[in-house]
Structure formats: C-alpha cells, structure tokens
C-alpha cells in the first residue's frame, strides 16, 4: 500500500491547527514559552490519530534522534519534520536573512545525513518555520512572564503597531515561502497572531 500524501496531510493539520486548542490558548502559550512545542505535540497527536486508523503499521514519534516529529514504517522514517519558532522582532535582526534560511539548510541536512542510515525509500523531509506577532507592548508585571519581553520592548508603542507589514515581508523573503495565518487569539490583552511557512527539501520532493 502507498504511503500517505504527507505534505497534503501536513497543510490540511496547520490548516485547522488553531480550531484544536481552546480558546486564546495558543496566544497564551506563544507569549510565555516555546511555541513550536505546543505546534509539535498538537501535530503528531493528530498524525496518531489519523493513521491510527487509515495505516496503523505506522509509528509516529516525537523528538526521534533529534528531529521533532517522526513518521517511522518499520523502525525507519517515512517522514521527517522539525521546527523553528520566532518572534517578529527576529525578522530585523541584521543577520535574519541569512540566519533562518541557514538554520532551515542545516535541517534540512541533519534529515537526509539521518536518512542515510537506512537502506529505505526516501523519507519526506518537511521545516515548519513559526512566527509569533504580539499586536502590543506587555507591561511591568508582564514582562516577567512574556518569555521575549526584552525583545518586544526594543520597539515603542508606535513603531509596533507598523511592524507587521514589514514583518511578514521579511518572513517571507528571507525563507521564500507562502506565509499563512493561524487564528491564535488574546492573551494578557494582547492580541497575538502567529504566522508559519511549511518547506519541503528540494530532494523529497519526487
């Protein structure tokens, strides 16, 4: 039987991503801690349940040798992704047009040196690149509680407010990717909007 379409599954799962936390749950959890790991365990939880019941031979793993989240078909990896979080700050770093798609690469090549262990088909090798836009400032009390706080306080009031143009272009650009939205919510309030771009390594494509 043939494997799964895992880059369809992938976009599907993102898709509706926010619908599965409650409400103003991921506003919450991406303003005081590493958000890419609520991502990961909300994927591979519906992967398993997914193909619990369309291809139960499958194993779906978290955090297997290093990588994030793991597709294994007898003990080998049919699918590989891992993930990197970022404020919208980070995108004006000098170094982030250079930095992300770096770390992206070196992914990218952490998968197939991994791949090379075993004498299977190729693996699908997917980077979800995920980034969090507070919409304001946190205050006093919060900024002990906000994990980036010093980060967002570099930029005033007004200047955040015109930061998400900017940021979304630069996210873009600099990962060349399609950004898309998730509806996250308020947290502190403040609202939060997260943004992510899924890739697919060139030599998983076929």
Same mark, same amino acid.
């Given at each position: 039987? %043939?494997?799964?379409?895992?880059?369809?599954?992938?976009?599907?799962?993102?898709?509706?991503? =926010?619908?599965?936390?409650?409400?103003?749950?991921?506003?919450?959890?991406?303003?005081? =801690?590493?958000?890419?790991?609520?991502?990961? $365990?909300?994927?591979?939880? $519906?992967?398993?349940?997914?193909?619990?019941?369309?291809?139960?031979?499958?194993? @779906?793993?978290?955090?297997?040798?290093?990588? $994030?989240?793991?597709?294994?078909?007898?003990?080998?990896?049919?699918?590989?992704?891992?993930?990197?979080?970022?404020?919208?700050?980070?995108?004006? &770093?000098? *170094?982030?047009? !250079?930095?992300?798609?770096?770390?992206?690469?070196?992914?990218?090549?952490?998968? *197939?040196?991994?791949?090379?262990?075993?004498?299977?088909? %190729?693996?699908?090798?997917?980077?979800?690149?995920?980034? !969090?836009?507070?919409?304001?400032? %946190?205050? /006093?009390?919060?900024?002990?509680?906000?994990?980036?706080?010093?980060?967002?306080?570099?930029?005033?009031?007004?200047?955040?407010?015109?930061?998400? &143009?900017? !940021?979304?272009?630069?996210?873009?650009?600099?990962?060349?990717?399609? @950004?898309? /939205?998730?509806?996250?919510?308020?947290?502190? $309030?403040?609202? @939060?909007?997260?943004?992510?771009?899924?890739?697919? &390594? %060139?030599?998983? !494509?076929?």
């Amino acid at each position: 039987m %043939p494997l799964p379409d895992f880059s369809k599954l992938l976009k599907s799962q993102l898709v509706n991503l =926010g619908a599965a936390f409650a409400p103003d749950e991921l506003a919450y959890l991406a303003l005081t =801690g590493k958000i890419e790991h609520a991502v990961r $365990d909300r994927l591979a939880y $519906d992967f398993y349940r997914s193909l619990q019941l369309t291809k139960p031979e499958l194993t @779906v793993a978290r955090e297997w040798r290093r990588v $994030d989240l793991a597709i294994l078909e007898n003990q080998a990896p049919c699918m590989l992704l891992e993930l990197k979080a970022m404020y919208s700050y980070n995108m004006f &770093s000098p *170094k982030a047009a !250079t930095h992300y798609p770096e770390a992206i690469a070196s992914d990218f090549m952490k998968m *197939k040196q991994l791949q090379a262990k075993f004498d299977t088909a %190729p693996a699908k090798h997917f980077a979800l690149a995920i980034l !969090t836009h507070p919409h304001g400032l %946190p205050t /006093t009390f919060q900024k002990n509680v906000v994990k980036y706080s010093r980060g967002i306080l570099k930029f005033s009031p007004t200047t955040f407010r015109a930061l998400r &143009s900017a !940021t979304l272009t630069n996210f873009s650009e600099h990962l060349n990717c399609k @950004v898309r /939205t998730l509806s996250v919510g308020t947290a502190f $309030d403040v609202k @939060v909007s997260i943004y992510y771009c899924l890739l697919q &390594s %060139p030599q998983s !494509t076929a």
